[in-house]
């Protein structure tokens, strides 16, 4: 079923953005830009509720902590989310992509998904211990797990080669799961070039053991499958603001 869409704040030409950039707007107020996000994210039951006003920098960082504006706007039976801004993708089109881009940003913030994602950030770190990297090197993830991304993800910002950092994977394959109904990845390969900055902090990786190297990324890729299923599932019926 198409998402239903609705609107509530200022929305006329001449309020102040409140967090919106004038593209958004403009898209927002599209019959056709509309239909397009409303048709993609069919695959489940949602309910968006587009919110301009002015205390949205309330929201930035924490979420919509206090739902009493919007209890006329549940519906039990879908998937609520109230959005009030769109700052930090101001230059990305807001399209259905982004928009369960930012869900799961939002997600993570609450303490039961953090643990969703800190066991991603786990796994991925055994993934690359598996290569020939030097340990201190993957303390956190680094340009080197971007590449490992870029080899095995399927998704735009992967085949582009442009995420922002490591850590927005996560994100990515929430969007591409939601959207698509569908997350794997590419054969994992046995060696990959990494690119750090510097002539002398590039590098070249190879995993010795290789059939360890795929059990670990494909127990990541079924590890994420479980957890983004999961994630909408729980979001059924409550309000998810951001």
Known sequence: MPAKISFMGKWSDSSPLYGYSRTDIKLLKSEKGLDKISRTLSR???NICFDRH????N????GIEDTTRYQGFVDCDKINIVYTNNVGTERVPLTAWVLMHRLSHSLVMGRHYRQYFDGFVKKTKDIIASYNIRQEYYT?????????????????????RNLVTPYEFFHEGFAQYIITGNFEFK???????????GIFNNGYAYSKEFEH???LVDDLENYLISIYQDMIECCFGSINGL
């Open 187 to 197: 054969p994992c390969p046995q060696s990959f070039k990494y690119y750090r900055g």
């Open 140 to 160: 956190a993830l680094g340009n080197e797990v971007k590449y490992l991304f870029y080899q095995i993800g399927k998704m735009r910002s992967c085949r582009q």
């Open 59 to 62: 929201n930035l960082f924490h």
């Open 44 to 46: 489940y039951d949602f």
């Open 213 to 215: 190297t795929q059990y």
């Open 54 to 57: 002015r205390d949205y920098r």
